[in-house]
T-cell receptor, first 117, second 112 residues
């Protein structure tokens, strides 16, 4: 079974609809992240959470909200979807830093392809 | 200026060639560095971490140049299966936290 899962994998919706993307992980990691990827723009950070009570805005949080329901679950919501939110969305997890202070690698889910018409 | 910059390519090379990518970063306080590989529209996966002393994993070598603020990835004896997008990741301080910042990726195409 995959360690980081995302649902749905594909979604087509209409402008103005509320959409929720869900991410679950079995890795036991405290840190979770939501990114969007657009062609030619790489991955951009939307929100991140370092533990259940910690939520932080990333580079492009406008138009999005998140909920960290448990250590294993981190949901991303689009309250009123618009066409320029059409993108590939990735959830990722990581542990904290290592004993040397080095950041540890991230593990990504398979992505959700969202199309807003 | 974007905090992490990469040449998007594509780099189009024959099998067996050696190819190198650079990634520049603007924040001199950056602590950790990584190269990820992403196959077409799939999730990124860690290729290798980049250590101050440089590190090698088979045909792949990563180096860090703190003075000039760039990291590099060298691929020797390219294989068809190396065709992918290579993402540079730099851990950058934002507010009170260190968070991963991705470059836009460099596309590599290895042809027969």
């Amino acid at each position: 079974d995959a360690d980081v899962t995302q649902t749905p994998r594909n979604r087509i919706t209409k402008t103005g609809k509320r959409i929720m993307l869900e991410c679950s992980q079995t890795k036991g990691h405290d840190r979770m992240y939501w990114y969007r990827q657009d062609p030619g723009l790489g991955l951009r950070l939307i929100y991140y959470s370092f533990d259940v009570k910690d939520i932080n805005k990333g580079e492009i949080s406008d138009g999005y909200s998140v909920s960290r329901q448990a250590q294993a679950k981190f949901s991303l919501s689009l309250e009123s979807a618009i066409p320029n939110q059409t993108a590939l969305y990735f959830c990722a997890t990581s542990t904290g830093t290592s004993e040397t202070g080095a950041y540890n690698e991230q593990f990504f889910g398979p992505g959700t392809r969202l199309t807003v018409l | 200026r974007k905090e992490v910059e990469q040449d998007p390519g594509p780099f189009n090379v024959p099998e067996g060639a050696t190819v190198a990518f650079n990634c520049t970063y603007s924040n001199s306080a950056s602590q950790s560095f990584f190269w990820y590989r992403q196959d077409c529209r799939k999730e990124p996966k860690l290729l290798m971490s980049v250590y101050s002393s440089g590190n090698e994993d088979g045909r792949f070598t990563a180096q860090l140049n703190r003075a000039s603020q760039y990291i590099s990835l060298l691929i020797r004896d390219s294989k068809l299966s190396d065709s992918a997008t290579y993402l540079c990741v730099v851990i950058i301080r934002s507010g009170g936290s260190y968070i991963p910042t991705f470059g836009r990726g460099t596309s590599l195409i290895v042809h027969p």
